[in-house]
C-alpha cells in the first residue's frame, strides 16, 4: 500500500493526464499556468492544449533527437518508471569506491548479450555523460601516452560525425589535433606519427557498416556504435573491438538523460578514462544511473522483442515512405543500402538508419540545403560532415509529427520536378 510515495505518485499521475492532443506533453518541471503544468508543444502546433496546427511552419529534420521511441515509453510508463526519494544514494561514491553501479554495469553486459551487438566478457565498462563526453575521454586517453609521436592525428572517414572535429578542435590540445578524412593517410607510413581513428558503424550520417581504415602499431581506434542496435541497422555479428562507445540516446531515445559507457579492452586505457571521468565530473549522477537501470530492465523485456520491434517497425515504416516518395525523382537520391543477415532477428534485413543522406543530382544545386529551404525543409549541411554542400542529412529519428512534415514537404517538393 502506498504511504511516503503517494504525493510524487499524484503528481506524475496528474501531469501524465493533462492532454495536449496528443500533439505535446506536460511535464513536472514544465512551466505553470492556473496551477497546472502547461503543455509544450511539437514542432508546428501551439495553443495551450497544442490543438493550433502552423500551417507554414518548418520541417524541422536537422536534429538526430531520437523521440521516435516516446510513444513506446508512454505505453511501458509503469515499468519505466522510478520514484527518488530524497536520501536517494547521496554520497560522492558507491559503497565500494566505485562511481558505478554493480547492478548497472551487469544490466550493460547483460543487453549486449541479449541484443548480440557487443562482446563485453573479459572488458572493461566506464560510463560517462553521453558518447560525448566519452568521446573526448577517449581520445583524451589515447593520445596521452609519452612518445616522441605528439600530436596524435585525430582523422575519421568522410562524412563524419561533425562532433569529432568540432570537439577536438574545442579543447585543442598539444596532445591532439583534428586532421580530417582518414583516407588521406591510407598508404602513408608510420613516420606520418600516431594516429586515432574514429569508426562510426553504422555511420552518421549515411548509415552504411564502417571498419577501421588505418592499420598498425600506429593507430589507435575508436569505435562510435551509437547506432549499431536493430532499430537502425541488421546486427551481422557482436562487435570486438579494443574501445567501444555507445550511447542511451540512441538505444531508448533518452537523450535528455546523458548516459553513455565504453567498453573498453586495454586495462591502461580504462584507468586514463576512469581518470579523465572523476576529474571532469566525478562520475554521472546516481539518480541517471537508477533510471538507466530501470530502462534497460525494459529495453531487454521479451528478450528484447518489446522495444526493438517496435523501434524496428517505426523506423522501417519511415524509411519504406521515404523511399516511395523520393522514388520518380530525377532531382534528388538516398542512400541505398545493401540488406544484411541480423542474428538478433534471425533473418535478412534492411538497413533502417536514424538519417536519410540525400544528394541533389542537379549540376546547379550545388547548395542542396537551400533547396530545401525553398520548400521549408531544414537538414543538416553537407559540408558539416566533410562532404560536398550538394549533401544534406535529413533526421529520420524525431517525433511522428516531424516526421510527417518532412514527409509532406518532400512529396511536394518531388512532384514540382516534373512542373
Ligand atoms: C544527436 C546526434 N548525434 C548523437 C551522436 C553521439 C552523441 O551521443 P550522446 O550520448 O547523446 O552524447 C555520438 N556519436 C554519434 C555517431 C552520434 O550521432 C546528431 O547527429 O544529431
Redesign the pocket.
Known amino acids: 500500500e502506498q504511504s511516503w510515495t503517494e504525493t510524487a505518485a499524484a503528481e506524475a499521475e496528474f501531469v501524465a493526464s493533462i492532454s495536449c492532443s496528443g500533439h505535446g506533453r506536460a511535464f513536472l518541471d514544465g512551466s505553470i499556468l492556473d496551477g497546472k503544468p502547461v503543455c509544450e508543444c511539437n514542432a508546428c502546433y501551439a495553443g495551450p492544449h497544442c490543438s493550433v496546427l502552423l500551417p507554414g511552419c518548418i520541417a524541422d529534420a536537422d ?3 531520437p523521440m521516435f521511441l516516446e510513444p513506446f515509453w508512454l505505453k511501458h510508463a509503469a515499468s519505466s518508471t522510478i520514484v527518488v526519494p530524497g536520501w536517494h544514494r547521496m554520497s560522492y561514491e558507491f559503497n565500494d569506491g566505485s562511481l558505478l553501479s554493480n547492478q548497472l554495469e551487469s544490466q550493460i553486459r547483460t543487453l549486449h548479450a541479449v541484443v548480440g551487438n557487443a562482446v563485453t566478457d573479459g572488458r572493461y565498462i566506464v560510463i560517462g555523460g ?4 566519452l ?1 573526448h575521454a577517449a581520445v583524451h586517453s589515447l593520445s596521452a601516452t609519452n612518445d616522441r609521436f605528439s600530436p596524435a592525428r585525430v582523422v575519421a572517414s568522410t562524412p563524419y ?1 561533425p ?1 569529432y572535429r568540432e570537439q577536438t578542435e574545442f579543447f585543442n590540445s598539444k596532445d591532439y589535433k583534428f586532421e580530417g578524412d582518414t583516407s588521406v593517410y591510407k598508404n602513408k607510413s608510420v613516420s606520418q606519427g600516431k594516429f586515432i581513428e574514429l569508426v ?1 558503424s553504422p555511420n ?1 550520417p549515411d548509415g552504411k557498416l564502417k571498419k577501421a581504415v588505418l592499420q598498425g602499431l600506429s593507430v589507435k581506434t575508436i569505435h ?1 556504435l ?2 549499431y542496435w536493430p532499430h537502425y541497422t541488421p546486427v551481422p555479428t557482436p562487435a570486438d573491438e579494443d574501445l567501444m ?1 555507445f ?4 538505444l531508448t531515445g533518452h ?1 535528455g538523460s ?3 559507457w565504453a567498453i573498453i579492452k586495454d586495462e591502461a586505457v580504462y584507468q586514463r578514462m576512469l581518470t579523465y571521468m572523476s576529474l571532469s565530473t566525478y562520475g554521472v549522477p546516481r539518480e541517471t544511473q537508477l533510471r538507466v537501470l530501470k530502462l534497460l530492465k525494459v529495453a531487454i523485456e521479451e528478450q528484447g522483442k518489446e522495444m526493438f520491434n517496435f523501434g524496428y517497425r517505426i523506423m522501417r515504416n519511415r524509411w519504406i515512405k521515404l523511399r516511395k516518395t523520393m522514388l520518380t525523382s530525377k532531382r534528388f537520391s538516398i542512400q541505398e543500402l545493401e540488406p544484411q543477415n541480423c542474428s538478433f532477428a534471425r533473418k535478412v534485413r534492411e538497413p533502417t538508419p536514424a538519417f536519410a543522406w540525400l544528394k541533389c543530382e542537379r549540376e546547379e544545386d550545388k547548395d542542396c540545403n537551400a533547396v530545401l529551404h525553398s520548400m521549408n525543409i531544414t537538414g ?1 549541411h553537407g559540408s558539416l560532415f566533410g562532404a560536398e554542400s550538394r549533401y544534406v542529412r535529413l ?1 529520420l529519428v524525431k517525433r511522428e509529427d516531424d516526421f510527417d512534415w518532412l514527409l509532406k514537404r518532400m512529396k511536394m517538393l518531388v512532384s514540382q520536378e516534373n512542373n
Do not use: E, P
Open positions: 536534429s538526430g533527437d553521453g558518447a560525448t563526453q568521446l560525425y562532433v562510426t552518421n562510435d551509437a547506432y562507445i550511447t542511451l540516446s540512441k537523450g546523458r548516459f553513455g543538416r533526421s
